[in-house]
Structures are given as C-alpha cells and as structure tokens.
C-alpha cells in the first residue's frame, strides 16, 4: 500500500513543511503541526525522527471518550501517555507478566517500553502527550488521514483493514487479540 500523501506534496496537506525534517531550533504555535484524523481522534506530530535523527518524536492527541483503543505491542517502540487533560485507563502488561489498570488523570504520567503488550481507553475526552521512539510517530498519519484542521471536531476517518495492517507491518507493531484487561487498578 502506498501512501501518496506522503509521496507526492501537491495531493497532501498544506501543513507540509511546517517541522524542518532535520536537526535544527525551530517554535510552533498553538494549533502548529502535522495533524492527522484516525477514527475520532486528532493526532498532531510536533517533533518527528527527523528532527532527531530517529532517536524521538513527540505528538498530541485530542480524543473523545470512547472505545479501548486494541491491544497491540511495539517491536522496538517505547511509547509514553502524559495526561494533559481529561481520564485515560492505561492497560499494560507488567515485568513479571501481569496485566495491569490504571487511570490516568491530568499530570499524570504512563510508559509502556517496547515489547509490553498495552491498551487504552479514553474515559473522559482527553488531549494528551506522547513521546515514542522516532518513527514511530507517523504511524498516526499512515493509518489515519492527513488534515489541515487543527480539532478534532471533524468528520471521524475510518482505515480500512489493509490501512492498518499496512501501517502496522511498516511500523513493526503487532495487534493482540483475545487480550482481556482487568477492569480497576
């Protein structure tokens, strides 16, 4: 599967240029980034590998309350969840195996290093932080769709399954079925 967005800048959005895509200082505003819808969450990538030669990227995520987001793990992906805003249950699976529930609320802070099976819910309608291994963070713009709108107070995209199995396969992520989570911590 291709992603001609990502290939060709006259089909792509306009926000196309606003990250240096290489090492150097650079300032964004409120609402500045590379934004993308997946389902009804609005993804904004802030940092991305290229800014740090692949070591880190740094996204945003406004997200209504809804449905676990499916278990899934990371090959080699270390993933973090601040809660600027709102409640999110964090599900993850623990060093010695156990499954774990957490609920995170503003200021709070999660990790899930590569190779832990993990999930979330959004609880409340929440916007939160994450800083993942570099790469990583255009998954969200592989699997989603591209948008110039900085809220998610848009149309919802829905990927269709070889969407998600592609951007799964390029982004060395596995979804884990028949996972089952304890509910409280």
Same mark, same amino acid.
């Given at each position: 599967?291709?992603?001609?967005?990502?290939? *060709?800048? @006259?089909? &792509?959005? #306009?926000? $196309?240029?606003?990250? %240096? /895509?290489?090492?150097?200082?650079?300032?964004?505003?409120?609402?500045?980034?590379?934004?993308?819808?997946?389902?009804?969450?609005?993804?904004?990538?802030?940092?991305?590998g290229d800014e740090t030669q692949n070591?880190?990227?740094?996204?945003?995520?406004?997200?209504?309350?809804?449905?676990?987001?499916?278990?899934?793990?990371?090959?080699?992906?270390?993933?973090?969840?601040?809660?600027?805003?709102?409640?999110?249950?964090?599900?993850?699976? *623990?060093? @010695?195996? &156990?499954? #774990?529930? $957490?609920?995170?609320? %503003? /200021?709070?802070?999660?990790y899930v290093p590569a190779g832990f099976?993990h999930a979330y819910q959004i609880v409340?309608?929440?916007?939160?932080?994450?800083?993942?291994?570099?790469?990583?963070?255009?998954?969200?713009?592989?699997?989603?769709?591209?948008?110039?709108?900085?809220?998610?107070?848009?149309?919802?995209?829905?990927?269709?399954?070889?969407?998600?199995?592609?951007?799964?396969?390029?982004?060395?992520?596995?979804?884990?079925?028949?996972?089952?989570?304890?509910?409280?911590?």
């Open positions: 599967m291709s992603f001609e967005y990502l290939i *060709d800048p @006259e089909k &792509g959005p #306009q926000w $196309q240029g606003v990250l %240096p /895509g290489k090492p150097v200082p650079y300032v964004l505003r409120r609402g500045e980034g590379e934004h993308a819808m997946l389902f009804g969450d609005l993804f904004t990538v802030l940092l991305s070591q880190f990227g740094i996204i945003v995520s406004d997200s209504p309350a809804g449905d676990v987001i499916p278990t899934h793990s990371h090959n080699e992906t270390h993933e973090t969840f601040f809660v600027l805003d709102g409640k999110v249950r964090l599900f993850f699976e *623990d060093a @010695e195996g &156990g499954k #774990q529930s $957490q609920l995170l609320t %503003p /200021g709070d802070f999660g099976a409340e309608d929440a916007r939160m932080m994450g800083t993942l291994s570099g790469g990583f963070e255009r998954f969200f713009q592989h699997m989603g769709q591209p948008t110039d709108h900085p809220t998610k107070e848009q149309p919802p995209f829905i990927p269709d399954f070889p969407r998600m199995q592609a951007a799964a396969q390029q982004h060395n992520m596995q979804f884990l079925r028949d996972v089952e989570w304890p509910e409280h911590a």
